[in-house]
């Protein structure tokens, strides 16, 4: 299915934010960058506050909902997690540039807008914990799960500032890095390749999601 006029938007307007930065983009400047005149652009989008908001949001949206769908084929529970970890990571090593805007404009937005945010931020990071404490000892205090996931986190948004396909291999490879590491901390041992081999052959067929779903919106009126 081709993206729809919205979601070709929000990408090109993503990227043109992560590499000027927020305040360093007007109205005009994301039109610019979108191929698109303002008076076009403002029938998606009203201000560029709006833009931010919904390339923030959407992402959370997506990432969420992705997961949510993904872990329902699986039962185990270091298979649950690294699915988890396979999405994020093929997600955000196709969308860089999101991922710079979500870590880098994350206060820029409002506080009512940046609260919607922050609610979506904390289902996913929620759904993280959940995983996490499933691989941890039984019985390990949620504060140890909440750091824990913390540093999870860490190494799964840091990558949109060193991964290099050429240099460091497909995003598959990555993921199984970061889960080796992820798990020889939370299990004492590597998780077993023939393990992550399953749940990336279950999720061939799923290509990296959209910033957004990829059927048609109506622009604003």
């Known amino acids: 299915m081709h993206p729809s006029p919205r979601s070709e938007i929000l990408h090109a ?9 927020f305040h360093g983009m007007s109205m005009r400047k994301l039109a610019q960058a979108t191929g698109r005149s303002t008076a076009s652009f403002y029938n998606y989008f009203p201000s560029k506050e709006a833009v931010l908001f919904a390339i923030q949001s959407e992402a959370f949206d997506v990432l969420l909902a992705r997961a949510r769908s993904l872990l329902g084929r699986f039962v185990e529970p270091e298979e649950r997690l690294y699915a988890f970890v396979l999405n994020h990571v093929r997600y955000f090593a196709s969308h860089d540039h999101v991922m710079r805007v979500l870590i880098q404009e994350a206060t820029a937005l409002a506080p009512p807008q940046r609260g919607l945010v922050r609610e979506r931020k904390l289902a996913y990071f929620t759904l993280a914990s959940e995983l996490v404490s499933s691989v941890m000892p ?24 060193w991964y290099d396909p050429e240099q460091h291999g497909a995003p598959d490879g990555l993921a199984r890095t970061i889960m080796h590491l992820v798990s020889g901390g939370l299990v004492e041992r590597r998780t077993d390749d023939a393990l992550l081999a399953r ?21 604003i009126r």
């Not at 307007?13 to 930065?21: D, I, K, Q, S, T």
């Not at 750091?147 to 990558?159: A, D, E, Q, R």
């Not at 990336?200 to 919106?217: F, T, V, Y």
């Open 13 to 21: 307007a993503a990227r043109a934010v992560a590499a000027h930065g």
């Open 138 to 161: 039984e019985g390990t205090p949620y504060a140890e799960v909440e750091k824990t996931t913390y540093c999870v986190f860490g190494v799964l948004n840091w990558i949109y500032g």
């Open 199 to 219: 749940v990336e052959a279950e999720l061939s067929d799923h290509a990296a999601p959209a910033l957004i779903a990829d059927g048609e919106q109506e622009p």
